[in-house]
């Protein structure tokens, strides 16, 4: 199963790949978790993308095109793979259906969690992220068994940088102008699959599951 979670920062894509990659049994790739972690081992490709992620801007295609692509040739993705937070744009789209024809694969499914601005402005204040593994959480809606502490590695829980208020903001502009023409690209291709992103985590599990079972 090749899966691509589309939706806006905040909706729930990383959530809903991480439950989708213990049921399947395939690997989560999130570009932004992938940046995350270059930024904090202080490599030369985290330092050109903190800056751009601080401000709530794209990391340019060139930095993430080859490091997706090579990433997919990895041996963990031959049963498939969940991407999360790629692609963001029709170039990295286009790059990405050049990629897998040349392995032979396609995409089945690109997943739309669906949530109103309004909603993420809200949720995205009591978001806790683990910085070693990726995984998130949040105050209210999904407590860790932990206050602080990831249930996955045990590492110390953190707001995002970019989880500020104003820089939530122009995420959200950003995702409006670059990502979600992807909507129509897939819509195109036969492969979107638009769920309720703002019922409860489970409920949405259940109903992208349901769908990908047709
Ligand atoms: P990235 O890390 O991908 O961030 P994002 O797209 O902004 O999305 P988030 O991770 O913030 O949200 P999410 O949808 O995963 O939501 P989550 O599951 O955590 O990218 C960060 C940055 O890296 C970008 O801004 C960009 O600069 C750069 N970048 C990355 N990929 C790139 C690319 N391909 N090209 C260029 N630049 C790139 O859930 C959010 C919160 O809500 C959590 O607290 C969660 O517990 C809670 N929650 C989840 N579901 C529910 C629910 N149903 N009900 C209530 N609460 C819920
Ligand atoms: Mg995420
Ligand atoms: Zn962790």
Known sequence: MNLIMLGAPGAG????????????????????????????????LGVKAKSYMDQGLLV?????????????????????????GFPRTLVQADSLDKALSAMDAKIDAAVDVDVPDEDI?????????????????????????????????????????????ETVKKRLLVYHEQTQPLIEYYTKKGSLVKVDGTLDIPTITIAILKHLSK
């Open 13 to 44: 894509k990383g959530t809903q790949a991480k439950r989708l990659s213990d049921k399947y049994e395939i690997p989560h790739i999130s570009t932004g978790d992938i940046f995350r972690a270059n930024i904090k081992a202080q490599t030369e």
């Open 121 to 165: 402005i809200k949720r995205m204040a009591g978001r806790r992220a683990c910085i070693s593994c990726g995984s998130t959480y949040h105050l209210q809606y999904l407590k860790p068994a932990v206050e602080g502490v990831c249930d996955r590695c045990s590492d110390k829980l953190v707001l995002r940088v970019d989880d500020e208020p």
């Open 60 to 84: 340019p295609d060139e930095l993430v095109v080859d490091l997706v692509a090579d990433r997919l040739k990895q041996d963990d993705c031959v049963k498939g793979f969940i991407l999360d």
